[in-house]
């Protein structure tokens, strides 16, 4: 039996927003009471499901990206640096990662900061606030052929020091236009909303869920062609899964993209998914 158009369309509807709103404005204001050195600039965002209007009901986790914006780098070599005029500074992410520790741990207490974690510090709840996942960031430049082709952030892994580059400002922007009266017609978000929901109600019958993460899901749907976005969820559910199933089956995948569109969506590297995965949660919905 098909999923009918109602569970559909409820499943389509954003979760709530005021929350992560009110926890961006404390990490915000906590990090404005500590007292930097001068020279220290950098900006706060929020990203994922909740920057990107992607959060479904049960969301609780918020993404926060704090950027350290007066120290750049980038995928240029120390010669063509100094062919463009830049030089090394004194003041680097790892320091920037110390001093945000310390920030947070001195506004919220020591015991709401978890710094477990390879990728983010986590801020506790407490109080009506959510949980946070602040990635510590510094603003980060890709050039081809010494020309300046996109900005984005990066950071290294604890342990290990591996560098990350990522793009969330596109990947927004990119979100943005898909979902627009041009391509979509407002269809694609809502699109990405049904099948993170999807998504839960396949794990919600699993022993051990399954890793389909909500920034893949959204990345996968990115590749679907704007005209299967149209008539109705049902219509909109069935033709992208009918897409998407018979690509992953071929293994015409290949080409697929992250939403930011600097990378592709397959591959080794820690922001890239496994074709296996994202066939087993295609065939999963189709069981559904």
Request: glycine share 6%; aromatic share 14%.
């Amino acid at each position: 039996m098909a999923i009918s158009q109602s569970q559909l369309q409820t499943w389509s509807h954003q979760g709530a927003t005021v929350s992560a709103k009110k926890t961006h404005e404390s990490i915000r204001h906590a990090l404005q009471s500590y007292q930097w050195t001068l020279d220290i600039y950098y900006t706060t965002y929020l990203q994922g499901s909740y920057r990107n209007s992607t959060n479904i009901y049960g969301d609780s986790d918020v993404d926060l990206v704090v950027e350290l914006t007066s120290s750049v780098y980038s995928n240029l070599t120390t010669e063509e640096k100094s062919k463009l005029g830049m030089f090394p500074v004194g003041y680097t992410w790892f320091d920037f990662q110390k001093d945000v520790i310390s920030a947070l741990s001195r506004y919220y207490g020591s015991q709401y900061i978890d710094t477990s974690g390879s990728k983010s510090i986590k801020l506790l709840p407490h109080s009506g606030r959510i949980k946070a996942d602040i990635v510590v960031s510094a603003t980060y430049e890709h050039y081809e052929k010494m020309q300046l082709v996109a900005e984005g952030m990066t950071f290294w892994t604890r342990p290990g020091e591996q560098q990350i580059c990522n793009f969330p400002k596109r990947h927004y922007d990119n979100g943005a236009n898909k979902n627009s009266k041009e391509q979509t017609g407002g269809w694609y978000k809502p699109t990405v909303r049904v099948f993170k929901n999807a998504r839960n109600c396949i794990n919600a019958g699993l022993h051990v869920p399954k890793q389909f993460p909500s920034y893949f899901i959204e990345c996968l749907l990115y590749n679907v062609p704007n005209h299967k976005f149209s008539g109705s969820f049902q219509s909109t559910f069935e033709n992208s899964l009918n897409w998407l199933s018979t690509k992953l089956k071929k293994g015409d995948c290949q080409d697929f993209v992250c939403q930011n569109e600097m990378s592709y969506l397959f591959g080794n590297s820690p922001v890239q998914w496994n074709p296996d995965d994202a066939r087993d949660y295609v065939q999963r919905l189709i069981n559904l």
